[in-house]
């Protein structure tokens, strides 16, 4: 096995780079994953076990050199909102919970990568997927609202903990609310003025000295409390409450599953592809999809939860200069460090500080401007986007990822239902274009060439037939011949074969002539299977248009340039 491909080749002075990439990434992303492990209620220090195997991992098994694979908002989302009802989250059996997950997501990329399946990378669409993380950012900052504000909120549900909110407004707590807001402008103002700083980093890093020389905690200001330090122990923990578990239970786990490697599936490959084309380098995605199956194995075998290729901490990665894999195992190796000596401090972090972290990183997922570029384009898909972002909300996360799946794939049936079809026509300078289909619309006089845009199958091949039989109504005896350009086809299934076959035959009644021009090489072997070759005449099916036209020229009868005349648009008189 090609280990560690992407660190090769490693040279002296690209690797000094690297690490020193690595060490400043681990300053940048050291807060954030605290906040994902928060988004996936599991406790603080499992973000940082994120930081450790499961980058090492995909280092060691993965092809892209960019990816940066750690904990991710998204598949924290989506693993918070789908097993927050089977036990209280941070509790040792919700730890465990997060592990099968964890182990679950990698068995499917495994089974993903043996079936090469990094195609399904390309059926969840940009558009759905904007809405789809915009709605996570919309649920995951409205949860971390209560904190910000010092309001207890019971509800898991966003819009219930809206309400909750408005209602418990009297009862803010001023501290709380007062830290909140400073850190947030704290952020904000560095991110603007000074954005090479690692603000998040910063700010932690001033909460705990304030929050532990002016004791915060006394002034009922929460933090998280102790903080087990130390690096994570190997193996899978609690099995024995896992065995437990119900049937219903049990199908909770391997769906949540299989949304999280659906989102890393398609997030990860997306993220990868647009790096590696940046830097014009090949990526391999069933490779990664191995490397993916690796890191969260080592996620669930660390105490940890699910990671996933994040956009945002390889964006990071790439600004502080890193351009292999080298950096992030030198990140690991800082975040092993931390784990060994510096979690001590972590139990002075006000909660309402990791809040803000929280709610920063909800932010970055709604683009805005992407939805606005998407309406300005293409209000249906921006439509979609908007439903795709509500399921989410009011639904729930696992909901709207199944949601957007279902969303996308449509979206290419109706394509390959509704294809771009119509005659083709000459214009003055000779160049063929495609007008709409109409009873009275020939290509020349006699002859009408047919264009069907898709490939044809069951379910578009009536509308094939209905548009192929209406150019040759109501007046069948103008047209002579019928020639379907089937170069957009690359498919004719069973039942579309048997259509062409009843065209046919409705043609031949009618004395027209059913021919097909540039029919694919490798669709040549559907037209015989199914025996099409057979029905429409070896003869009547060309290579070329100009092949076709010069056949049914040489088949006309004196007379019949007569018998049609056509106007400048192509309509019959």
Known sequence: ????????????????????????????????????????????????????????AFAAFGSSRYLVVAADSATAAIFAGGVSGLATPASAGYVALAGMVALLTAVILLLARLLRLGFIADFLSRTVLVGFLTGVGLQVGISVLSEMLGVPVNSRRPMVQLWELLRGLPRIHPPTLALAASVLAFVLVLRRFVPKLPAALVAVVAAIWASAALNFEGHGIATIGPVVGGLPHLGLMDLVSLREMNWKQVE????????????????????SRIYAAKHYQEVNENIDLFGLSAANAAAALTGGFVVNGSPTQTAMMEDVGGQSQLAQVATAAVVALVLLFLTGPLQYLPTCVLGVLVFLVAL???????????????????????????????????QGIVLAMVVSLLRVVQHSYHPHSG???????????????APNVVTEPGLVLYRFGAALFYANAGRFLEEASSVIHPIPSAVRWLVVDAEAMTHVDYTAARVVLELKRNLTEAGVELAFARVPWDMRADFDRHHLTEAIGPQRIFNRIHDAIAAFQESKMPGDDKAVQTISDGSVR
Do not use: H
């Open 364 to 398: 970055r997922l709604i683009d805005l401007r992407a939805l606005k570029d998407v309406r300005s384009e293409s209000p249906q898909e921006f439509a979609l986007a908007v439903m795709t972002a509500a399921v989410v909300v009011l639904v729930g996360v696992e």
């Open 1 to 56: 096995m090609n280990l560690f491909r992407g660190l090769r080749p490693l040279q002296r002075a690209t690797a000094l780079r690297d690490a020193l990439a690595g060490v400043v990434l681990a300053a940048m992303d050291i807060p954030q994953v605290l906040g994902y492990s928060k988004i996936a209620g599991m406790p603080v220090i499992t973000g940082l076990y994120s930081l450790l195997l499961p980058l090492v």
């Open 423 to 437: 005659v083709l026509i000459a214009d003055v300078s000779g160049t063929w274009k495609l007008v709409p289909v």
């Open 252 to 271: 909770t786990l391997v769906t949540v599953s299989s949304s999280c490697a659906v989102m890393i599936l398609t997030q990860s490959a997306a993220t």
